[in-house]
């Protein structure tokens, strides 16, 4: 039995309320529960309270026992003189505010229904399920469920707007800036994400700027601020590069010394971080002011065209500087840019309109609703366990359901624990 539980039990009033009495035998009727306090503090404030016929308005405190009030010292601290009950699982002992007064208690062990108090138990068990509710989806009602995965969604892009909105404070409300860096650091994916972001940080955003317009310059500032043109190759184009890459960096001053180096190893060649680089460097010849057509975006084909790029000659027929191959589009993938644009476009449209003081939460669920699911072996999982995700809203909201949710077993705050709690059976 977790604190927390009680915490449940009590906000939303899920126990038998009937003929209630404190453990010295006083009559108890409860007008409001109060409102639930997450900071320090008695743990639900503004409490309203009938005890023998006298209205009371304060505060409540909760413990498994009656004997945790003095073991956390409450009877000491004035902060909960307020308190005007004391509601347990289990009463153990009567307990005092600092001027020795007795405090009304209320015990709840008999008053909890059975059966929830069973669902409880099963999802807090120390078992080895992926998810703790994962034998009771069927009971989820299908309106409550897509609405929560909404809430979720927004929830996720809150989380990431506030990296952002901190990020673009340190650049000084530089959006473009911003949207490079993110952009460069999803060029790498998981496996040169962290490496990726490192080169993009290594570079004034002045100076991609003023190379906007030269693609073999911005791709050698690219690939020699990650370390890559290091040796001298026998392509006619990659000596272009080393001599353009020198040239830039002795005449800016760059530095790549805290730049981490990229990885090739168990990548596809297509992922390779030379093309990744090359692709990255041809977006923004292609795209002057790239954050405001990005903020301008309204239809996902819109991003497809805007991303309909193609690199120099080179990277047709090379995934490396000594290696040829056949010749190839280089252009991105729509799978690629589907990616960039879940985890890039969106949290950046989401954290700058707020940022300007908008509530953008409608526009980005259309959009995101509009993209396809994306396929890892979180949302696999989920689909055998009957959650099928239609929707890049969706599979995000998946994620960050797994995350934030169901890994750290917050089922009392998870609509869907709520939902299996209550006995909710119904399905649509």
């Not at 800036?177 to 080169?199: D, P, Q």
């Not at 010849?285 to 790029?309: C, D, P």
């Amino acid at each position: 039995m977790k604190e927390e539980f009680l915490h449940y039990v009590w906000q939303f009033q899920k126990f038998d309320n009937h003929n209630l009495k404190t453990t010295q035998g006083h009559s108890l009727q409860i007008v409001s529960p109060g409102s639930h306090n997450h900071n320090s503090g008695p743990d639900f404030f503004n409490a309203q309270l009938v005890i023998d016929g006298q209205l009371w308005a304060g505060n409540v405190e909760l413990h498994i026992e009656s004997s945790l009030w003095f073991l956390h010292q409450h009877h000491k601290d004035p902060a909960y003189d307020s308190v005007i009950l004391h509601v347990v699982w289990k009463h153990t002992s009567e307990v005092s505010r600092k001027d020795t007064t007795l405090i009304p208690t209320l015990e709840l062990k008999h008053r909890i229904p059975k059966p929830m108090l069973g669902t409880y138990k099963k999802l807090y068990s120390n078992d080895t399920k992926w998810i703790p509710c994962e034998q009771s989806l069927t009971e989820i009602d299908s309106f409550m469920y897509v609405h929560w995965l909404e809430r979720l969604y927004v929830e996720r892009l809150e989380r990431k707007s506030q990296f952002l909105m901190e990020r673009a404070s340190q650049l000084n409300n530089h959006w473009e800036a911003l949207l490079f860096e993110m952009l460069c650091k999803n060029f790498g994916l998981k496996v040169n994400g962290t490496a990726f972001l490192s080169i993009a940080q290594s570079i004034p955003f002045s100076l991609i700027q003023k190379c906007s317009d030269q693609l073999l310059s911005l791709e050698a500032i690219l690939l020699g601020q990650a370390g890559l043109l290091d040796a001298t190759a026998e392509a006619p184009y990659v000596n272009e590069l080393i001599s353009s890459y020198k040239y830039s960096k002795r005449k800016f001053k760059l530095s790549n010394d805290g730049v981490i180096a990229p990885k090739f190893f168990r990548l596809r060649p297509s992922n390779f971080p030379t093309v990744r680089l090359a692709q990255l460097a041809a977006l923004y010849v292609n795209n002057g002011q790239l954050f405001s057509k990005v903020i301008a975006i309204r239809e996902v084909q819109h991003l497809y065209e805007l991303f309909t790029i193609e690199t120099s000659e080179f990277w047709r027929t090379h995934y490396t500087f000594t290696s040829s191959s056949q010749l190839r589009s280089t252009q991105l993938t729509k799978k690629f840019i589907n990616l960039l644009f879940i985890n890039t476009v969106l949290p950046m449209r989401f954290a700058y309109l707020r940022f300007l003081g908008s509530h953008p939460s409608e526009e980005i669920l259309q959009l995101a609703g509009e993209l396809p699911p994306e396929a890892n072996t979180i949302i696999l999982r989920f689909q055998k366990l009957g959650l099928v995700a239609t929707n890049a809203l969706e599979t995000q909201a998946l994620l960050q359901l797994k995350e934030l949710y169901c890994d750290a077993r917050r089922c009392l705050n998870c609509e869907i624990g709520n939902a299996i709690l209550k006995g909710s059976n119904s399905i649509q």
